[in-house]
């Protein structure tokens, strides 16, 4: 992912809906939690931006940074909803409006 925004200039914002296999490993066989931890500190390495479903994963995921001593980039919870340009405050479409042109990848990550 950093040669491709490198070569490519795109920045990488992902969507982290929640860190339930990092804050709570026994819901989860641990080979799933191990993959899980892996993919996440490599997302958190690469990403410009970061954005979460809620204010708790937001704060989650900026202690699991900060254990770590990882340097995140600003994080941004947002609001679900049918568009964009409806889903949060004006100064949510505002933000969201200055990252264009973006591309819009959507991926599960199910362990």
Known sequence: MAEAKKRLGFKF??????IIPINHPYVRPET?????RAWLEQIL??????????????????????VRGYGLPRIQAIRFGATVRHAGTKQQYAFIKQLRPFVLHVRAYLC
């Open 13 to 18: 914002a992902p969507l982290i809906h929640d």
């Open 32 to 36: 799933d939690v191990t993959r899980f």
């Open 45 to 66: 390495t690469v990403s410009d931006l970061i954005f979460t479903a809620s204010d708790h994963t937001r704060q989650e995921l900026e202690q699991f940074g900060r």
